[in-house]
């Protein structure tokens, strides 16, 4: 017989990592506390509850989350199947009826022969049996407790405060300099945006009077006590000067013929490519809209591409590179994995496919077989090597981008934008096809 396995969440990764692990042969014990008690964004009774907008966003493959969800209903996604049954019109976008979305999964699950769903809290997790813990973004606190206990609490995070992303090529480097502070380090790590006084001038009044995204929760008033991650704008609201003693600091940044700057801002590599940076200290509310045009001031920045805006909310999430290995397993106990929004993923779709991954690999780690890394060309592959890779410093969630993926060859690089990101997408679909041969998962 076959192990038993406990999954413990029974949201959009949990759910999916259920129903491939039961499809497989094994006996699944599925946990969920909603039913018992909600939490603040809950409305159903069903599994796999889309709590905020009804949409799994670009249907496009040209879109690196078109592509994510066609690699996932290659791999028997429970979460394609039931969005393309509760679809409704969205133009380019795969938007769902969310309670036909919800009871399609839930009843699937409930009538699947190896699950059974228990309505519980789970507050315990024991570190001998096969556990798969996709508690998500909102976990219960005694959970978090646990979860803390097996990750080690300085590596288990509560909110986000995640800071904007750009594409290092997309930097004016003619107005930025490579240098680190004081000139520290054997390696010039960080690019420097120079401000002269009128131009800092222009950024803190726009800076100040930029449009705030509506709060996700009445929670995240929290935020305003949490003083490691404020805002860039709350902070500049503090005060003219508050910024030029915080990340806006000009000490040790001198221009490269030695003279003195008003304000400079810092970006810091963000992956191992060296092709993403991050704003330094830039942890932001306002509207992605208001990013693109605030920041757009910047010197150096006037074409800055963002792969992602910052965002601030609650939301339970481990070191995910200090933690997991490729598997989705934790490093230091092989019985467990994690999966979904709480690995560092971030959105419906991302957190619904690494459950599919942590569902077959569990499978994999229990029979003994070789578990499947999934290769970087690929957009999960990809999303999973950026959460293993990436520093461990100030980690924060990413979704689903073309930065992540693997560079094509050198040849494909040079054509259209919009035919790169299909040979990307073409890429990516040719190998997940060559995993799903090679391991004789059963093709969709
Ligand atoms: C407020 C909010 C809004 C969001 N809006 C969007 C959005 O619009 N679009 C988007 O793409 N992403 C959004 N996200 C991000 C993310 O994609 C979703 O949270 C997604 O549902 C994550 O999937 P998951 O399976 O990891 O977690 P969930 O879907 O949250 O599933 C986790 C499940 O675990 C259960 N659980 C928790 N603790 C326990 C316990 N101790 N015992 C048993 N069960 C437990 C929960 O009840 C829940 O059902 C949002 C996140 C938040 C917090």
Known sequence: MKN??????????????????????????????????????????SLAELVCSNSLRSKELSNAVGTLKEEMRLLGSLVIEAAEHAKIPAGGSLAVDREIFSNFITEKIANHQNITVIDQEVTTINKNYPTIIASGPLTTEKLQKEIQKIVGEEYFYFFDAVAPIVKKDS???????????????????????????????????????????EAHLENDKKLKYFEGCMPIEAMAKRGYQTMLF???KPAGLRNLDGSDNFAVVQLRPDNAADDLYNLVGFQTNLQWSEQKRVFQLIPG???????????MHLNNFINAPLILNHFMQTKKNSNIFFAGQITGVEGYVESA?????????????????????????????????????????????MKANWSIVADLPVEEM?????????????????????????????KN
């Open 4 to 45: 038993k396995v406990n999954i413990i969440g029974a949201g959009l990764a949990g759910c999916e990592a259920a129903y491939q692990l039961a499809n497989l042969g094994f006996q699944v014990d599925l946990y969920e506390v909603k039913r018992i008690k909600k939490n603040e964004v809950q409305n159903l009774d």
């Open 171 to 213: 930097i004016n480097m003619e107005k930025a300099f490579k240098k680190n502070r004081y000139e520290k380090g054997d390696t010039e790590d960080y690019i420097n945006c120079p401000m002269n006084k009128s131009q800092y001038d222009e950024f803190y009044k726009e800076l100040t009077g930029a449009k705030l995204a």
């Open 246 to 248: 915080g990340p806006l």
């Open 301 to 311: 920045l006037e074409n800055a591409e963002f792969v992602r805006f910052g965002v």
């Open 353 to 397: 496919a690494t459950g599919i991954l942590a569902g077959i690999n569990m499978a994999k780690h229990l029979e003994n077989a070789q578990m499947i890394k999934l290769p970087s060309t690929t957009v999960l592959g990809g999303l999973i090597n950026y959460i293993n890779t990436t520093s461990s410093h100030n980690f924060q969630p």
């Open 414 to 442: 040079k054509v259209k934008k919009i035919d790169k990101k299909l040979s990307y997408s073409k890429r990516a679909l040719q190998e997940i096809n060559k995993i799903i041969d090679y391991f004789q998962l059963k």
